[in-house]
């Protein structure tokens, strides 16, 4: 079959990035993808896509923060008719549903988040049944999608947007040594709702409590909140704190650390907590999400609550002064992630649901109402 997979930009965050394995997927079961944006913004995924041999398409690359309009979506989707829509993000889902529902395509929809702003949840709940069936990237966000969209079970399947590598790079262990740097770090968009000031709060604590450790902290990723960032780190003083812009190579970027924070106030699956753990590093994130699904406390990793730069600064402390306990929950997050997240496990995961989809464009072209 046809797909279009339409999503709202090729900026580089969540949703993009594991374009390349999900296509790769649906392609492996002999399909025609084709990814449409709404939007450039960043252009961060193209080259994730280029390199993975992936047919992409802006719908308006005038301005690249400027999104295309439902019309003129649904003008390119008229003259490059799929046989399914496959939506991704709010903006898309419901131009996708629209649309579908025009010109008589069938929709499948990702849902990525455990957060909805209410307007988009308004929005979604309403136009729920334009989607035949919903994509929920985790156990957890499949449970709210049920919550807070009254989408009833048998229309949500699940595919973990995550597939471990046992060959990917490992970290080396934290060995303590006195005039060694201890290297923390974080991946995410740099917006409030990621919460970095967090960490760069707990290296004012760091400073006060312990002023002779060698401990520095690394952020990825870029956002509307670089500046205000900057200045905060700047105004305690964070000359051992680095921002280090937008990582192509998440994985590359984890091997140098021997901590990972996640900071954020939500989340749906976290992809980067899982690469974290998956390169052997002990996480402390706070319990948002599918995240409490994934550490198990004090064993795989570390729960931050409450989410307080003191307690930041305290467990980060902890690791620090024992680095045999962070070499031990390292390896044990990496064992974990191995298991649960085993490349034959998640493809058959996969494939199910894109048997759903096969199924559904079969019965829609053989339907009544199309005179099939």
């Known amino acids: 079959m046809r797909i279009l997979y339409l999503i709202n930009s090729l900026n580089g965050g969540g949703a993009e990035r594991p374009l390349p394995a999900v296509i790769g ?70 131009f996708g549903q629209l649309i579908g529902r025009a010109l008589g395509i069938p929709v499948a929809s990702w849902q990525h988040s455990a957060f909805l702003k209410p307007a988009n949840r308004f929005l979604l709940r309403r136009t729920r049944n334009m989607s035949a069936f919903w994509v929920a990237d985790s156990d957890f966000v499949a449970r709210v ?10 229309r949500i399947c699940t595919w973990p947007l995550f597939e471990a590598n046992a060959a990917a790079p490992v970290a080396t262990p934290w060995q303590g040594k006195k005039d060694a740097v201890f290297h923390i770090g974080s ?29 520095r902290l690394s952020l990825c990723g870029s ?74 406390d004090g064993q795989s990793g570390f729960l931050l609550a409450p989410p307080t730069p003191e307690a930041l600064a305290e467990r980060i402390l902890h690791l620090y002064t024992n680095p045999g306990l962070c070499a031990r929950t390292g390896q044990q997050a990496r064992a974990e992630i191995l298991e649960r997240y085993a490349k034959d496990r998640i493809e058959t995961m996969a494939r199910t649901v894109i048997h759903r989809a096969e199924r559904l464009v079969q019965a829609w072209h053989h339907s009544p109402a199309r005179g099939g």
């Not at 995410?188 to 060698?214: D, F, Q, S, T, Y």
């Not at 749906?268 to 319990?287: D, F, K, N, R, S």
Request: glycine share 6%; proline share 7%.
């Open 25 to 94: 997927l649906m392609r492996a079961c002999g399909h025609s993808v084709r990814v449409v944006a709404l939007a450039r913004k960043a252009g961060n995924a193209i080259a994730w896509l280029e390199a993975a041999g992936i047919d992409y398409h802006i719908v308006d690359d005038r301005d690249p923060e400027r999104f295309a309009s439902l019309w003129q979506t649904m003008a390119y989707v008229r003259a490059n008719r799929p046989d399914l829509l496959w939506t991704s993000l709010t903006r898309a889902t419901l």
């Open 145 to 154: 999608t049920q919550r807070q969209l009254a989408v009833p079970p048998e």
């Open 187 to 215: 991946l995410g968009r740099l917006e409030p709702e990621k919460n970095m000031e967090l960490p760069i709060r707990a290296m004012a604590v760091i400073r006060e409590r312990m002023p002779e450790a060698r401990i």
């Open 223 to 296: 956002g509307s909140q670089m500046a205000h960032l900057k200045a905060l780190a700047a105004g305690q003083g964070g000359a051992d704190i680095n921002f280090e812009g937008f990582q192509p190579d998440p994985l590359a970027f984890c091997r140098r650390l021997h901590v990972y924070v996640q900071p954020s106030h939500f989340e749906g699956l976290c992809i980067a907590v899982h690469e974290a753990m998956q390169a052997g590093l002990p996480v402390i994130a706070t319990p948002v999400g599918a995240i409490p699904d994934i550490i198990r």
